[in-house]
């Protein structure tokens, strides 16, 4: 059994399958059945090669250590320092697991395009804010004492255009006149001191896009 799951078929199954749905766990973990999927998926990939000889405890602690790294960097926002430490450890140790170099290599980045893909498609379809958007933290703290406001309607902002404060990552807080708010981008990174403009709100929840400055 654990030569047959060495082979390139199910090498390839077992990766993208764990991938997609540790994936879709960390967007949505009310799916705990996905993280169940995903960790199986690979136990069964390092368990096969274990047997047979192509991976030791090492590589499986620095998958794992990677999978830690990863989640340090949503939880707490490092620049990508760690995010990126952390994919690298994942990539070498399934990639040196693997039964041939190349092969590891491309099964690696057809499984992470295929999971980003789902998890895309994912959160269109079943339409929901991924989970680790709502972990990242700010570096400074932002209190009441400071001006911060917390008003719980923000709907006639709609459309209106204000100024950064603070980098979102992608959330964190803007000036709209002599407010200071608690928003969040589409996803991207927008620097402290760029113009944004709320495009949609619900609730206490703001989201703003960044105005793009016409070129002079």
Known sequence: ?????????????????GMVFLYLFSLQPKWYYSGLI??????????????MGYVTYGGILLFLFGCIAIMIEFILPTF???GIIGFFMILYSLVSTSSNLWLGIVIFFVSLIVAILVGWYATKRFNFTPAWK??????????KDQGYSSNEDYRDLLGK????ITPLRPSGFARFGDQKIDVV??????????KVKVIH????????????TPES
């Open 1 to 17: 059994m654990a030569e047959l799951f060495t082979q390139p078929f199910f090498e390839l199954l077992f990766v993208m399958v």
């Open 38 to 51: 995903g960790i199986i998926s690979f136990g069964l990939y390092f368990w096969s090669h274990y047997v």
């Open 80 to 82: 990508g320092l760690v």
């Open 134 to 143: 709502k972990w990242f933290v700010l570096d400074a703290r932002l209190t």
């Open 161 to 164: 255009v204000g100024i950064t």
């Open 185 to 194: 981008s589409e996803g991207e990174i927008i620097p402290a001191n760029e």
């Open 201 to 212: 709100v619900e609730g206490r929840r703001v989201m703003v896009r960044k105005v793009d």
